[in-house]
C-alpha cells in the first residue's frame, strides 16, 4: 500500500508561481514512476508531467516551458514547479505512483485556483 499526500496549492494571481508537492509512503519510492495529473471542474482528468524512475521527464504541451516534474528520492517527494499561470490551469492536482509490478495510486489532490 502506497499513500500519496499532496500539498501546496492555493490561490494564486495570473503570471504568479506555485510549487506542489506530493510526499509518498514506502521504501521503495526511487522504483516508481510518477505522474501529475489534473481536473477542471467539468473537464477530464488530464495528464500534466511524468518522471520516470530514472528521471525522465515529459510534460503536456499545454504547460511545456513553464511547469517542471521533478523528484527527491531521498524525501519520497515529487515536485511540480508551476510557473506563468494562467486562468486555465485552475484545477484539482493529483499525483499519482505507478509500481513496478503495475499498481498505481492516487492522492486525494490539491486545489490551485488561478484568478485575479
Known amino acids: 500500500q502506497v499513500q500519496l499526500v499532496e500539498s501546496g496549492g492555493g490561490l494564486v494571481q495570473p503570471g504568479g508561481s506555485l510549487r506542489l508537492s506530493c510526499a509518498a509512503s514506502?521504501?521503495?519510492?526511487?522504483?516508481?514512476?510518477m505522474t501529475w495529473y489534473r481536473q477542471a471542474p467539468g473537464k477530464q482528468r488530464e495528464l500534466v508531467a511524468h518522471?520516470?524512475?530514472?528521471?525522465?521527464?515529459n510534460h503536456a504541451d499545454s504547460v511545456q516551458g513553464r511547469f517542471t516534474i521533478s523528484r527527491d528520492n531521498a524525501k519520497n517527494t515529487m515536485y511540480l514547479q508551476m510557473n506563468s499561470l494562467k486562468p486555465e490551469d485552475t484545477a484539482v492536482y493529483y499525483c499519482n505512483a505507478e509500481l513496478a509490478n503495475g499498481t498505481d495510486y492516487w492522492g486525494k489532490g490539491t486545489l490551485v485556483t488561478v484568478s485575479s
Open positions: 518522471i520516470t524512475s530514472g528521471g525522465s521527464t
Open positions: 514506502g521504501s521503495i519510492f526511487s522504483t516508481y514512476a
